[in-house]
């Protein structure tokens, strides 16, 4: 599995990807959610992986993804980086194009 970057851009932007533990996730963000896009802050923040729990990390990974194409979605086209469905279904495909590259 690919690492979760700490910044990346989108155009002219810098989006900031910051990890929280557990409790100041569910804290600042909400205790029902794994991850979240704040377009006033260009900061995505997802929680970390609790250690041991079998499929953590490829959660958090599909989190990231999914929070990158609301992220993608606020520069491209606004009106849509809210529509849930579309992040995720964008979200999904772009998380399997980066498991599953292959390069000969």
Same mark, same amino acid.
């Given at each position: 599995?690919?690492?979760?970057?700490?910044? *990346?851009?989108?155009?002219? /932007?810098?989006?900031? =990807? =910051? +990890?929280?533990? =557990?409790?100041?996730? @569910?804290?600042? $963000? @909400?205790?029902? %959610?794994?991850?979240? *896009?704040?377009?006033?802050?260009?900061? $995505?923040?997802?929680?970390? &992986? &609790?250690?041991?729990?079998?499929?953590?990390?490829?959660?958090?990974?599909?989190?990231?993804?999914?929070? /990158?194409?609301? %992220?993608?979605? *606020?520069?491209?086209?606004?009106?849509?980086? %809210?529509?849930?469905?579309?992040?995720?279904? +964008?979200?999904? @495909?772009?998380?399997?194009? +980066?498991?599953?590259?292959? *390069?000969?």
């Amino acid at each position: 599995m690919k690492r979760i970057p700490s910044s *990346f851009q989108l155009g002219s /932007y810098t989006i900031k =990807v =910051v +990890m929280l533990d =557990v409790e100041a996730f @569910s804290k600042k $963000i @909400s205790p029902d %959610a794994y991850g979240m *896009f704040d377009p006033n802050t260009l900061t $995505i923040y997802l929680c970390k &992986p &609790p250690v041991g729990l079998k499929g953590a990390r490829q959660h958090t990974y599909q989190c990231f993804w999914h929070e /990158y194409c609301h %992220a993608l979605l *606020f520069v491209v086209w606004p009106k849509l980086y %809210a529509n849930e469905k579309l992040v995720d279904a +964008m979200g999904h @495909s772009l998380a399997q194009l +980066m498991n599953t590259s292959k *390069f000969d």
